[in-house]
């Protein structure tokens, strides 16, 4: 089987208190895909989601800015080159606490899908 170009994402709508771009390249929504997602972020300012305990693994890199997590234990700050793994299972919520937002690549396994993320109310 020849490689498949994907030539473009697809917007997919984003959780949370302020518009954020969520970038489908591999997923569900673009391509079809149920074994792993990859979409790409820009979040603004002071954009937080709601907590959540999906059913898949959850690998963020960030390119810019800093993306903030917070877990069970405590609270991780994501600097730019740094990657966090947030385990399938585990409560997390995801934010981007400085005031120019952040950009970043999410990547989940199996593929994100809204069934499976399990939001807090």
Not at 40 to 47: L, T, V
Not at 115 to 120: A, G, K
Request: aromatic share 6%.
């Amino acid at each position: 089987m020849p490689p498949t170009l994907i030539e473009q994402p697809s917007i997919v709508e984003a959780a949370g208190n302020k518009p954020k771009i969520i970038r489908e390249y591999i997923g569900r929504v673009n391509s079809a895909t149920s074994a792993l997602s990859i979409a790409q972020m820009q979040s603004p300012g002071g954009w937080v989601e709601p907590g959540q305990t999906p059913e898949f693994d959850e690998y963020t890199l960030v390119l810019r800015g800093i993306v903030r997590v917070l877990h069970a234990k405590g609270t991780l700050d994501v600097h730019p080159g740094q990657t966090v793994l947030a385990h399938a299972g585990e409560w997390v919520q995801y934010g981007t606490p400085e005031a120019d937002g952040a950009d970043y690549v999410s990547i989940c396994r199996p593929a994100f899908s809204p069934d499976l993320v399990h939001r807090d109310a």
